[in-house]
């Protein structure tokens, strides 16, 4: 009798518990739509695994700053990552939104050495990949007027490894991304002579926190402001 009582308890129990977990996915707030589009990211490894940073600019879809573990279907992407200079992707249509989230995505996309945009070569098409796992995320909103302090954020990536990440400011800035080899306190923050300074001083000035592969620079999203709504 006593046996009974006990599994009757455990059933209501664990159906109580798959009842919340069910109105916790029922009443997660809609997807903005704003943030529907195609992402484009660069790709980076370190060891055997990949990672993704998005594209960032002022305007949605694609006003975030995101780092997240790349899972590929297919292992070649690991090898030319290593060795290309730059590797970047196009993935198919989808709502950013659910990275900044921190789920879990499978999607389609082109591979590329270099930028797609400018110049870059088709390696691969429609090849399968998973967001696995969210790194970093910050949203750019209210950033404020530009400084020459340079502020860096920075990533642990696993492995003894990091990322520094600038966190980009209001126009005029930049978008810099660095793989760190070594887990060395250092300083992040550069003091610089204007708000958009040059890669090479930057590079330079954070190659104190250790060996380092610089991933990616770019000024020109970041020139003027983004048209208030």
Request: a negative charge.
């Amino acid at each position: 009798m006593i046996r009974i009582v006990f599994c009757w308890l455990l059933l209501v129990f664990s159906t109580s518990g798959f009842a919340q977990s069910d109105d916790s996915d029922a009443t997660a707030e809609p997807l903005d739509p704003a943030y529907e589009g195609v992402h484009g990211m660069v790709v980076f490894n370190h060891a055997s695994s990949l990672f993704v940073s998005n594209f960032a600019n002022y305007r949605k879809p694609h006003n975030v700053q995101l780092i997240y573990k790349l899972t590929p279907k297919n292992p070649a992407l690991i090898y030319l990552t290593r060795d290309a200079d730059l590797v970047t992707i196009k993935p198919e249509p989808f709502n950013l939104q659910r990275l900044v989230r921190g789920q879990s995505l499978t999607v389609k996309a082109d591979v590329f050495i270099g930028h797609f945009d400018h110049g870059g070569s088709l390696t691969y098409e429609q090849m399968e990949i998973t967001f696995s796992e969210q790194k970093y995320v910050r949203v750019l909103e209210k950033l404020g007027e530009p400084v020459n302090l340079q502020k860096y954020d920075k990533v642990e990536l696993g492995y003894n490894s990091h990322a520094l990440i600038h966190q980009i400011q209001g126009a005029p800035s930049y978008d810099h991304l660095i793989l760190l080899f070594e887990n060395i306190s250092c300083i992040t923050d550069v003091n610089a002579r204007s708000s958009v300074p040059a890669e090479d001083m930057l590079n330079y000035r954070l190659s104190f926190c250790g060996s380092m592969k610089p991933i990616f620079y770019q000024t020109e999203p970041f020139s003027e402001k983004a048209p208030s709504s």
